[in-house]
């Protein structure tokens, strides 16, 4: 089946520094993916759609100068936490959708911890 | 704006019995309605997804009702098992570009 990577799965990194989260879609092409982020306990919460070969629509509230999205082929989509804070610890997961159907596959996530 | 209520509390059963886990959704009814599995500290895994105009669905031990008149889809897991415990989440279109909105998920615990 439809297999969607993330990497790194575990990073910390200090607070006022960069973190590069990628989003590989590993045997299909994704000409959408989502970016999640998730707190324990809660929801997934929609931070922003990647589209391919165009800009990122940000979802109300999120940061789009502090969260970076490119996705510049059609397999790879990444995620930079620029500036990183410790409110910004927290569970990222991203998603892509597979050809024009509704199946969506997730990534395994990526940890985030900011110190 | 649409809303979608997951129990929240957990649901404990014995093993071999059926789980049967509740979504409720409280504005339009979506084209479609998917049901993700989530274990502890990973990504949902995707299950079963089930369109508007389908009543049931099936795969394997997993089945999905969707009634748009009572705005709800129920989840069934038959002959459950302990690696069935987790987080399950509801999730429905937002009739976006495959946005999806998300329910908080209840959590199943199989007992041996």
């Known amino acids: 089946g439809a297999v969607v990577s993330q990497h790194p799965s575990w990073v910390i990194c200090k607070s006022g520094t960069s973190v590069k989260i990628e989003c590989r879609s590993l045997d299909f092409q994704a000409t959408t993916m989502f970016w999640y982020r998730q707190f324990p306990k809660q929801s997934l919460m929609l931070m922003a759609t990647s589209n391919e070969g165009s800009k990122a629509t940000y979802e109300q509230g999120v940061e789009k100068d502090k969260f970076l999205i490119n996705h510049a082929s059609l397999t790879l989509s990444t995620l930079t936490v620029t500036s990183a804070h410790p409110e910004d610890s927290s569970f990222y997961i991203c998603?892509?959708?597979?050809?024009?159907?509704?199946?969506?596959?997730f990534g395994e996530g990526s940890w985030l911890t900011v110190v | 704006s649409q809303k979608i209520e997951q129990n929240s509390e957990a649901l404990n059963i014995q093993e071999g019995k059926t789980a049967t886990l509740t979504c409720n959704y409280t504005?339009?009814?979506?084209?479609?309605l998917q049901w993700y599995r989530q274990d502890p500290g990973r990504g949902p895994v995707f299950l079963l997804l089930?369109?508007?105009n389908e009543k049931e669905k099936r795969k394997e031990r997993l089945k999905v009702t969707f009634d748009t008149t009572l705005k709800q889809s129920l989840f069934h897991i038959t002959a459950s098992q302990p690696a069935d415990s987790a987080t399950y989440l509801c999730a429905l279109d937002a009739g976006n570009n495959r946005k999806l909105i998300w329910g908080l998920g209840t959590s199943l615990a199989v007992n041996p």
């Open positions: 504005n339009y009814s979506p084209a479609y």
């Open positions: 998603s892509a959708a597979e050809g024009a159907g509704n199946t969506i596959y």
């Open positions: 089930i369109r508007e």
